[in-house]
């Protein structure tokens, strides 16, 4: 079976208006809306300049394949991949640095993949790359079957 990733736009929770209903007293009152998210050093208030949506550029990632530590360990040597979380064994959130197009990022996450795939499938031992899997997953494919990954 082919591997795959489903790429999908992570749309930030504090971005979605509320009902009219769910709206405060001290909110109608003061015009002000006051959200805040428990983190682990206390209640932090959501502002403009600490929101997750504007801070990072998440993408979710949908995969039909589990997600072991190689593939995670992939994900993170890729260039432009600031912030992982692995959600579900199917599902993940990686957050792209600002200096790098999204597009390429994920573009680069695919091939590694299929690079990654193709070293398990020639029987490669993926613990030998030494922490950067996709260069040397490369070399090693060239080694095999003598022509350019």
């Avoid at 591997?3 to 999908?8: H, N, T, V, Y």
């Avoid at 749309?11 to 809306?33: A, I």
């Avoid at 502002?47 to 995969?63: A, V």
């Avoid at 640095?97 to 994920?106: A, H, T």
């Amino acid at each position: 079976m082919k591997k795959l990733i489903a790429w999908e736009k992570w749309e930030d929770p504090f971005e979605v208006p509320l009902d009219e209903d769910d709206t405060s007293d001290y909110e109608k009152k003061t015009g002000r809306n006051m959200r805040a998210v428990m983190t682990s050093m206390g209640v932090m208030p959501i502002t403009e300049y600490n929101k997750p949506g504007k801070t990072f550029n998440f993408w979710i990632g949908h995969t039909n394949f589990s997600i072991t530590k190689g593939v995670h360990e992939l994900i993170e040597s890729i260039d432009g991949v600031e912030t992982f979380d692995i959600f579900t064994r199917y599902r993940f959130r990686i957050g792209i640095g600002k200096l790098f197009k999204s597009v390429d990022v994920r573009r680069e996450i695919d091939k590694g993949l299929l690079d990654y795939q193709n070293a398990k499938d020639k029987n490669i031992d993926i613990k030998e790359l030494n922490g950067s899997p996709v260069p040397n997953i490369k070399d090693l494919l060239r080694g095999i079957n003598g022509t350019k990954a």
